[in-house]
Nanobody
Framework: QVHLVESGGGLVQPGGSLRLSCAASGSIFSANAMGWYRQAPGKQRELVARIRSDGMTNYADSVKGRFTISRDNAVYLQMNSLKPEDTAVYYC????????????????WGQGTQVTVSS
């Protein structure tokens, strides 16, 4: 079992920044991938960014150049130049699948943290 706890969401004005954190505990395999997905009302959950334990990263086109994912003992998402369309519940994910990018391929999820971008 892997337990994921997110923090750092909130309300921010357009153009602002937020940093999300996700702490992982439990049976963590040395080779894994952790990521951030988001789900807006009425929409499917989608990949935001993902980072493998070897440092390889993937980003959604919509966030490239604005968001940065990093990890040490936790995984972080630095979000800059936020837009109203970034508003969603952001979920931390964990997978032992090296190439598992689809939401249904993730092994564990955090409880989610709300990010609202509004003036």
């Amino acid at each position: 079992q892997v337990h994921l706890v997110e923090s750092g969401g909130g309300l921010v004005q357009p153009g602002g920044s937020l940093r999300l954190s996700c702490a992982a505990s439990g049976s963590i395999f040395s080779a894994n991938a952790m990521g951030w997905y988001r789900q807006a009302p009425g929409k499917q959950r989608e990949l935001v960014a993902r980072i493998r334990s070897d440092g390889m990263t993937n980003y959604a086109d919509s966030v490239k150049g604005r968001f940065t994912i990093s990890r040490d003992n936790a995984v972080y998402l630095q979000m800059n130049s936020l837009k109203p369309e970034d508003t969603a519940v952001y979920y931390c994910s964990y997978s032992t699948g090296w190439y598992s990018i689809l939401p249904q391929e993730q092994d564990y999820w955090g409880q989610g943290t709300q990010v609202t971008v509004s003036s």
